[in-house]
């Protein structure tokens, strides 16, 4: 894998609609291609994050039915509470490679999730 800094221009990147029951378990989560991202990015106050790569993202009720249009496998029920955020997708591993040390251009996101979608 090249030392390049890999996620410039939310290339490589995932994004994850999770929602969070009432007591804070997981209990939906869908993925959202770089496509849907770049259609329902401005619902979100990112500031600096254009990438959404610093966290979860809270989804805020009057985002919901538009972000629905777009992501039609994305379910809201009340009392949950939903989150957008990125992380890796590499075709080849984790990033930075192992013996690559920063400082790095830009924030590393985290890893594939590990539950399931």
């Given at each position: 894998?090249?030392?390049?800094?890999?996620?410039?221009?939310?290339?490589?990147?995932?994004?994850?609609?999770?929602?969070?029951?009432?007591?804070?378990?997981?209990?939906?989560?869908?993925?959202?291609?770089?496509?849907?991202?770049?259609?329902?990015?401005?619902?979100?106050?990112?500031?600096?994050?254009?990438w959404?790569?610093?966290?979860?993202?809270?989804?805020?009720?009057?985002?919901?039915?538009?972000?629905?249009?777009?992501?039609?496998?994305?379910?809201?029920?009340?009392?949950?509470?939903?989150?957008?955020?990125?992380?890796?997708?590499?075709?080849?591993?984790?990033?930075?490679?192992?013996?690559?040390?920063?400082?790095?251009?830009?924030?590393?996101?985290?890893?594939?999730?590990q539950?399931?979608?």
């Amino acid at each position: 894998m090249s030392e390049d800094y890999p996620f410039e221009d939310g290339r490589n990147l995932a994004w994850e609609l999770e929602g969070f029951g009432p007591d804070e378990w997981l209990c939906s989560s869908v993925t959202v291609t770089r496509e849907q991202f770049l259609q329902v990015r401005g619902l979100f106050d990112l500031g600096d994050d254009e990438w959404m790569m610093a966290g979860g993202y809270p989804v805020p009720v009057e985002a919901q039915g538009p972000l629905r249009a777009v992501v039609e496998t994305a379910l809201f029920e009340e009392g949950v509470d939903y989150f957008l955020g990125a992380r890796q997708d590499l075709p080849s591993g984790l990033w930075p490679p192992a013996g690559v040390c920063g400082p790095f251009p830009g924030p590393i996101p985290p890893p594939q999730s590990q539950h399931p979608s």
